[in-house]
């Protein structure tokens, strides 16, 4: 499996926009990237994911380089609620997707009142 | 829908005793998937199931450790006998089957705590 790089940990303030990064210089053409995010004492929850166009939801925003090999993940006005650690995956697609997800140690969000 | 149901929330017991947990997925979904979460090595997963059936058991640390799916509707992981370092948090996770979904988001029930003295 294609592996993340993400930075250790991260601090925002309230109300600021976020950019979560991600690196994964040996993506491979049929992965989908996959954002999940675990909040204090919870299980994780899915925020995102994109295959090569930039993508939007209500949670947040998914920016993928032109050349796949890092993205970015956006949350524009960081609550204290999106204090979490956030996991950067990668998924194959079609046959080869078994549906496991790997999680690498993720990037924890501290976000200051 | 409910979403994931786990159970019990916690779990002590002692070592060298036989635990089990319960897991029911959300309805419809067939894949199901089991993770162990410690501080030491994250999020790791256990086994996964497709259809009832397991898939991939390459995780599961040890024959202390085995799964069922005996329905579509519950699965159970059981740990024979208990050791301390079988602490951690066990979280199940469904989904709808990767073949046929295109995002396969997962998602996860809510945790059980095991404390193993």
């Known amino acids: 499996d294609a592996k993340t790089t993400q930075p250790n940990s991260m601090e925002s303030n309230e109300e600021e926009p976020v950019h979560l990064p991600c690196n994964h210089s040996?993506?491979?053409?049929?992965?989908?990237i996959h954002w999940y995010r675990q909040l204090p004492s919870q299980g994780p929850e899915y925020v995102i994911h994109g295959l090569t166009s930039n993508v939007n939801n209500r949670m947040a925003s998914l920016a993928i380089a032109e050349d796949r090999k890092s993205s970015t993940l956006i949350l524009h006005r960081a609550t204290l609620r999106d204090a979490a650690v956030y996991y950067c995956?990668?998924?194959?697609?079609?046959?080869?997707?078994?549906?496991?997800?790997?999680f690498g140690q993720g990037t924890t969000l501290q976000v200051k009142p | 829908d409910a979403g994931v149901i786990q159970s019990p929330r916690h779990e002590v017991t002692e070592m060298g005793q036989e635990v089990t947990l319960r897991c029911k997925p959300i309805?419809?979904?067939?894949?199901l998937f089991w993770y162990r979460q410690t501080m030491m090595r994250g999020l790791e997963l256990l086994i996964y199931f497709n259809n009832n059936v397991p898939i991939d058991d390459s995780g599961m640390p040890e024959d202390r450790f085995s799964a069922k799916m005996p329905n579509a509707s519950f699965s159970t992981l059981k740990i024979q006998p208990s050791e301390p370092r079988d602490s951690a948090v066990y979280f199940c996770a469904s989904s709808l089957s990767p073949q046929l979904a295109g995002s396969n988001e997962q998602f996860f029930g809510p945790g059980t705590r095991l404390t193993v003295l």
């Open positions: 995956i990668l998924r194959p697609i079609g046959s080869s997707n078994t549906g496991k997800l790997i």
């Open positions: 309805s419809g979904h067939n894949s």
């Open positions: 040996t993506i491979s053409g049929t992965d989908y």
